[in-house]
C-alpha cells in the first residue's frame, strides 16, 4: 500500500520536495494511516510533516479525548502539532447550516489560517477510495451530471487541500493500521443512520457490493476519475465558446445594448451549429454566470425554446429568471420585480419529497424514531413531532398576513418581519423575499426556511419528522 499511495501522490503531483505539509488527523483509522504512511514517505518526498487537529465541540468528553490521542499521537513522532476549537453546533445555528456543513465551514477556516499564517504550505486530509465511492453515489441517488460524478478531487487547489488516499480502499487502510499495531479512535457518530452518507455506507453499499458487483466500490470511483477529467476538458472548451457566442446585455431599438437589466445572450446560428452535448453545456454555462441553478428539465425547455418555430416566445426558469428567444439570439435575463413573480403551492406527503421548480430546490420530510431527547441535538433546526401533523403537508410561499413562531422567541412574528436583512443577516431581493418558502400543517406554519421550527410542534421522543431543503442538481452539476 505504501507505494501505491507514493504512485498516487506522483502521479497527482500532490507533494513536492521542500513542501510543509500538515496532515489533518481526526484520531480515527483513515487519518491516522495518512499520517503513518506519509512518515514512511516524507524522506522520498522531501516533506516536512507536521500534525493539525480540529476540535468541533459536538461529542464533548468525547471529542476532547480524540484531541489527546492525537496531540500524543504527534508527540510520539516528534511532529509539531496545531490544534484549533470553536463550537460548531453554536455556530451551525447562528449560520442557519446543517451541522456537518457548518464543522466543514469552520475547520476549513482554520485550515486556511495555518496556511495565512505561513504554518503549513498545504494540508493533508484522509479521504479514501470508499468516501469517493460514497460521494458519487449519494450524487447519483440526488441527481447529478458529469460535473457532480467527478466526486472528491485529489487536490483542492484554491484551499491548498490535497488527498493523498484517494485511491486506497478503507479495508486496506485497517489491515495496515492491524500490521503496526497502531490504535486509532472511533467515532461514534459514524455509526448514526439518520445521517444519509452512513445508510449508504453501512447499507446501501455492502448490499451493492454482496448482490451486484464486488468492485462496486472501485467502479465508483473510476468513474469519478473519468468525470473529472472530462469536466477539466470542457471547462477550457466553454470558457472559448463562451467568450465568442455569449454577450452581455439585449439589444435596445436603437441597436446598443441595454446592461440595466442582467441579461445573457446567445447566437443561436453559432449554437445550433454544434452538437447537443455542447449545446447543453453552454446553456449551463449562461445559467451559471446568471447565478441561475438549471435543472436537466430546464436546459430541455431552452433547447426546445431554441428552435425557430419558438421564435417570440418565453420561458419561465426558477427564482425568478426567465428565457426569450428572439430571431437570431436566445436571452436570459436576471430576477424580475416582485410583482412578476407567481405564488406557488404543493402538497407534501410525510415521508415524501417534492421539487419546487420556482426555487430550484427539493423539500423532503423524512420520518425519524427518537429513543429519546439525546438524539435531538444534531438537528438544528429541530425536529418535528409528527403526532401534531396533518399527514399531508402544504409547501408554498408565504402570504400577507402570515404569522410564525421561530424557538427561542416569545411570540409569533409576522413572517414579513422576520424576512428583513437584520434578522436573516443578508439583504434578500424582491424575487427572493417573495418566493421564501413555509410549511403548512392544518392552516398553521410549522417550518420555515432559516428558522427553527417552533417549540410548540417540537418533537421530543418516538416518531418525528425531519424537514429538509435540498438543492436541486442541474445536468453537469
Not at 423524512?366 to 438524539?375: C, H
Not at 399527514?391 to 408554498?396: G, Y
Request: net charge positive; charged share 25%; hydrophobic share 40%.
Amino acid at each position: 500500500m505504501i507505494e501505491k499511495v507514493h504512485r498516487y501522490i506522483r502521479e497527482q503531483g500532490l507533494i513536492v520536495p521542500g513542501d510543509r505539509v500538515s496532515v489533518a488527523v481526526s484520531g480515527g483509522a483513515d487519518s491516522v494511516a495518512l499520517l503513518r504512511l506519509l512518515l514512511e514517505l516524507r524522506q522520498e518526498l522531501g516533506a516536512v510533516l507536521t500534525v493539525a487537529h480540529f476540535n468541533h465541540q459536538i461529542r464533548g468528553a468525547e471529542a476532547d479525548a480524540d484531541q489527546h490521542f492525537v496531540s500524543n499521537l504527534a508527540h510520539q513522532f516528534d511532529l509539531e502539532f496545531y490544534s484549533g476549537s470553536a463550537d460548531a453546533p453554536a455556530y451551525a445555528r447562528q449560520q442557519k447550516v446543517s451541522l456537518e456543513t457548518g464543522a466543514r465551514e469552520l475547520r476549513h477556516t482554520w485550515f486556511g489560517q495555518l496556511i495565512r499564517e505561513a504554518k503549513t504550505d498545504k494540508i493533508a486530509t484522509a479521504h479514501t477510495q470508499d468516501d469517493q465511492a460514497e460521494t458519487v453515489l449519494m450524487r447519483i441517488l440526488r441527481g447529478t451530471g458529469t460535473r457532480g460524478l467527478a466526486g472528491i478531487s485529489p487536490w483542492q487547489r484554491q484551499k491548498s487541500l490535497i488527498r493523498p488516499l484517494l485511491a486506497v480502499p478503507r479495508a486496506e487502510i485497517e489491515e495496515y493500521l492491524n500490521r503496526l499495531g497502531q490504535p486509532w479512535r472511533e467515532d461514534s457518530s459514524n455509526k448514526d443512520l439518520h445521517h444519509a452518507r452512513n445508510r449508504i455506507r453501512h447499507e446501501l453499499l455492502p448490499v451493492l457490493q454482496r448482490d451486484y458487483n464486488p468492485s462496486v466500490r472501485q467502479i465508483l470511483a473510476d468513474l469519478a476519475e473519468v468525470a473529472r477529467e472530462e469536466e477539466a476538458y470542457w471547462e477550457k472548451e466553454m470558457t472559448g465558446l463562451a467568450a465568442r457566442l455569449m454577450r452581455v446585455g439585449r439589444p435596445s431599438r436603437s441597436g446598443r445594448s441595454n446592461r440595466q437589466r442582467a441579461t445573457l445572450a446567445l447566437d443561436l446560428a453559432a449554437m445550433q451549429s454544434l452538437p447537443v452535448a455542447v449545446q447543453r453545456r453552454l446553456l449551463r454555462a449562461m445559467g451559471e454566470k446568471l447565478g441561475a441553478t438549471l435543472e436537466f428539465k430546464h436546459i430541455q425547455e431552452l433547447l426546445a425554446l431554441a428552435q425557430p418555430k419558438a421564435c417570440g416566445k418565453e420561458l419561465q426558469l426558477p427564482a425568478g429568471f426567465v428565457a426569450q428567444r428572439s430571431l437570431r439570439e436566445l436571452q436570459i435575463s436576471g430576477r424580475r420585480e416582485m410583482e412578476e413573480a407567481h405564488d406557488y403551492s404543493y402538497p407534501l406527503g410525510v415521508p415524501g419529497q417534492v421539487t419546487v421548480t420556482e426555487l430550484g430546490t427539493t423539500i423532503r420530510a423524512q420520518v425519524l424514531t427518537l429513543a429519546g431527547a439525546e438524539e435531538l441535538s444534531g438537528y438544528n433546526s429541530g425536529l418535528l413531532d409528527r403526532a401534531l401533523l396533518s399527514p399531508e403537508l402544504t409547501v408554498r410561499n408565504w402570504r400577507a398576513g402570515d404569522r410564525f413562531f421561530p424557538a427561542h422567541t416569545r411570540s409569533p412574528k409576522k413572517v414579513k418581519e422576520l424576512l428583513q436583512a437584520g434578522r436573516l443577516g443578508h439583504e434578500l431581493s424582491a424575487v427572493e423575499r417573495r418566493i421564501w418558502p413555509v410549511i403548512v400543517s392544518a392552516g398553521e406554519i410549522i417550518w420555515m426556511r432559516g428558522y427553527p421550527a417552533p417549540q410548540a410542534f417540537a418533537a421530543k421522543s418516538g416518531e418525528a419528522v425531519l424537514i429538509e431543503e435540498l438543492r436541486t442538481t442541474s445536468e453537469g452539476t
